[in-house]
């Protein structure tokens, strides 16, 4: 352990490049989602599914490559994550339909969360204490820089090059953190003590409860609400949670630990969290299809707007967490809140010609308003359970938070696909038609703006739990 608190600089770049490159890999393929439909000739839904199946993978691995890595040791199951990443970042690159790419993206997911689960417990083991807090924040601003970096470098390097480089110029820079991690990492010894058995059961269930539950989301619209396919596979998949329910209830190491249900603000703060996130990871999807499939702006362009939504953050960061501790989590909960409602309603007032203020202005009051409340919505739901177990609630939240990101791209495109046509959505998204041109009601425009406004909704649904957590904490 000594000669490894020796290499921790060097260990802290490599972990931190990870955490870099996939968050990259997430802004990227956004920006990049309409010239990948267009090159593959998928649909929207399909399309959708880029995304979401990596969330998918990664949200459910997640918590057991933790439980692996106290088997077996942190740095074998972050190389072996590493290369999945690698093999299945490769592999979307050459990718030539809808399908492949859409297993390829799972395999990167199945990748992403065997490295990311074994990240953070590397970087608390091989610091001290007094050098603990700088390491985590250096780890944490690698993810915003990804969010701002990734528009921009996602644009010009589709622009030149075509959808394929946003992935191969990823592989570089994993192969060097598979080099750096086998040089200089040291493996944490295996825990003989834990010999907790996996909960298959509950990782199956959840895995095939939250992919069919997508499935209807995704498809209530085009095949029917009342369609025998939609309610069948509703039937399927409430057969599947209450199963899921009920064996994290029994087993004995469960995938997720209801019990910590039992204490009020943690379970509130998990509905924060999913209502937080469904409307929060949505904006970036439909500002995407806004200034390149509505006002039809290059995506270098619309990349340099969308860096709005991060580069405050990256400033207010490191400042965000003293603030926090000193006026109180809950209270900055509540006000930044406010101020993502604001923000995110006056994206619904945006119109069919470009207003550079209007993008703007509410991109950069959002990204002020979650430095500070995102903060203080962790630091509420960690601070609800004992510490002993805050291993687990962390795990749980973070979870939750990325089956609220999946379920925010379906939604954006079902309130899209509300007054379009599917497949007018996806030949507009595509550039392929003029929605002006085709029969239907409504514009791209208008039920962009729509969406904007209905996601709003999430927030004042965050906004009425977090009050609710005030009031019973006063």
């Known amino acids: 352990m000594k000669n490894l608190k020796s290499h921790k600089w060097s260990i802290l770049l490599v972990v931190t490049l990870v955490s870099f490159i996939t968050n990259l890999d997430s802004t990227i393929i956004i920006i990049g989602l309409p010239k990948m439909m267009e090159g593959l000739s998928i649909s929207v839904t399909s399309a959708l599914w880029i995304i979401t199946g990596y969330i998918i993978a990664s949200t459910v691995l997640i918590l057991p490559a933790g439980k692996w890595a ?19 970042t490769i592999l979307c690159g050459i990718a030539s339909s809808g399908l492949t790419i859409n297993i390829f993206r799972v395999i990167q997911g199945i990748g992403a969360a065997l490295a990311l689960a074994t990240s953070t417990p590397t970087i608390v083991k091989v610091f001290p204490t007094n050098q603990l807090g700088l390491a985590l924040s250096i780890n944490a ?10 528009p921009v470098v996602g644009g010009v390097l589709i622009t030149i090059f075509g959808w394929r480089s946003i992935f191969f110029v990823t592989v570089p820079f994993v192969f060097i953190c598979i080099i750096g991690a086998f040089l200089i990492m040291e493996d944490t010894s295996a825990s003989i003590e834990k010999k907790n058995k996996n909960d298959w059961v509950g990782i199956l269930t959840f895995t095939l409860g939250l992919i069919v539950t997508m499935i209807v989301i ?22 599947l949670w209450t199963i899921f329910i009920f064996t994290e209830i029994r087993v004995e190491d469960p995938l997720f630990n209801l019990n910590l249900l039992s204490y009020k603000n943690y379970s509130v703060g998990l509905g924060i969290t999913l209502t937080y996130c469904i409307a929060y990871f949505s ?19 619309s990349g340099l707007l969308m860096i709005s939504l991060s580069v405050p953050q990256l400033i207010l960061g490191p400042f965000a967490g003293r603030i926090v501790d000193h006026i109180g989590a809950i209270k900055i909960l509540c006000v930044g809140i406010i101020f993502l409602i604001a923000g995110t309603f006056m994206l619904g007032s945006l119109g069919a010609k470009l207003s550079i203020s209007s993008i703007i202005i509410p991109l950069i009051l959002i990204s002020i308003a979650n430095s500070f409340s995102w903060p203080s919505l962790s630091k509420t739901v960690l601070s609800a359970v ?13 979870t939750i938070m990325n089956v609220g990101k999946a379920l925010s791209q379906t939604f954006a495109i079902l309130t899209i696909e509300v007054s379009i046509p599917a497949d007018a959505v996806s030949k507009a998204i595509m550039g392929i038609g003029n929605l002006n041109s085709i029969n239907i009601n409504g514009n791209l425009v208008s039920s962009i703006t729509f969406s904007f406004r209905f996601f709003v909704a999430f927030f004042v649904i965050a906004f009425v739990l977090s009050l609710n957590l005030f009031r019973s904490n006063k």
């Open 218 to 239: 995704s498809e209530g619209q085009a095949l029917g609400w009342t369609s025998f396919i939609i309610i069948m596979l509703i039937i399927f998949s409430v057969i």
């Open 283 to 301: 904006l970036p999807l439909l500002l995407s299809i806004y200034l390149q499939s509505a006002l039809h702006l290059t995506i270098a362009f």
């Open 386 to 398: 004992p510490k002993e177990q805050s291993g687990s609630a962390s795990g749980m939240q973070y």
């Open 141 to 150: 601003t690698s993810w915003v820089v990804g969010a701002i970096i990734g």
């Open 70 to 88: 106290d088997r077996v040791g942190t740095k074998g199951i972050f190389i072996l994550g590493l290369i999945i990443f690698g093999v299945g």
